[in-house]
């Protein structure tokens, strides 16, 4: 996982509430294990709606996202956050994502941002015009216009997030802690080992 410190450029003002995972990625678009692609299937059918938000050239760039309440609530599919990322989103500002969707982004190195309606609302009126910057180490979302927004996330997430590290090397990190204590159980269980004719 590669370690996100700072999100900076265009915004998507989505704004919807309520999209769930089929909204992001439809099950259709499940039946691949791969990560790559899915972009293409990414808000399909909001995208089969003339004069839709994301094939506006004007966000053609963009890397955030910025919806309604409750964002990424249905199924648990991980391909939600897999396809987000592969459209080249690396973070989602609502007021409040679904928490399986919010565990499955952090998972994926996907910033998914809780702020109140009233910033969201700010956002949406500045995306259409100019960056945001979202910066993880002052947790703090602004825009060229000093609008200043404060966020909390888990301590634990953010510098997971910070430092590019996801469960295998967060495990990897404890391996000589586990190598140690499968020598232990070796050592004290010799029972359990394989006898070999």
């Known amino acids: 996982m590669k370690p996100v410190r700072k999100v900076e450029g265009r915004a998507i003002p989505f ?8 909204v992001i990625i ?5 039946k691949t294990i791969s990560r790559e692609g899915l972009g293409k299937g990414a808000f399909e059918s909001v995208r089969a709606k003339e004069g839709n938000v994301f094939d506006d050239p ?9 919806a309604g309440d409750n964002f990424g609530c249905g199924s648990s599919r991980e391909h939600a956050a897999w396809a987000l990322d592969d459209m080249g989103i690396k973070a989602i500002i609502a007021p409040s994502f679904s928490d399986i969707f919010s565990s499955n982004a952090f998972k994926n ?9 009233a910033a969201i609302e700010r ?6 015009t100019d960056p945001i910057t979202i910066d ?4 703090s979302v602004t825009t060229p216009f000093q609008d200043r927004f404060t966020f909390e996330m888990d301590p ?3 510098q997971c997030l910070m430092d590019g590290l996801d469960e295998i090397d967060l495990t990897m990190a404890k ?3 586990i190598e140690a204590h499968e020598a232990r159980v070796d050592s004290a269980h010799v029972w359990h080992k394989p006898v070999i004719a």
């Open 15 to 22: 704004g919807q509430k309520n999209v769930d995972t089929d």
């Open 26 to 30: 439809s099950a259709e678009w499940l």
């Open 58 to 66: 004007e966000y053609a760039d963009a890397n955030i996202l910025i």
């Open 109 to 117: 190195g996907l910033l998914a941002i809780p702020l109140p309606q």
């Open 123 to 128: 956002l949406m009126a500045v995306a259409k």
């Open 136 to 139: 993880m180490e002052s947790m």
């Open 156 to 158: 634990f997430r953010q």
């Open 175 to 177: 391996s000589d802690a």
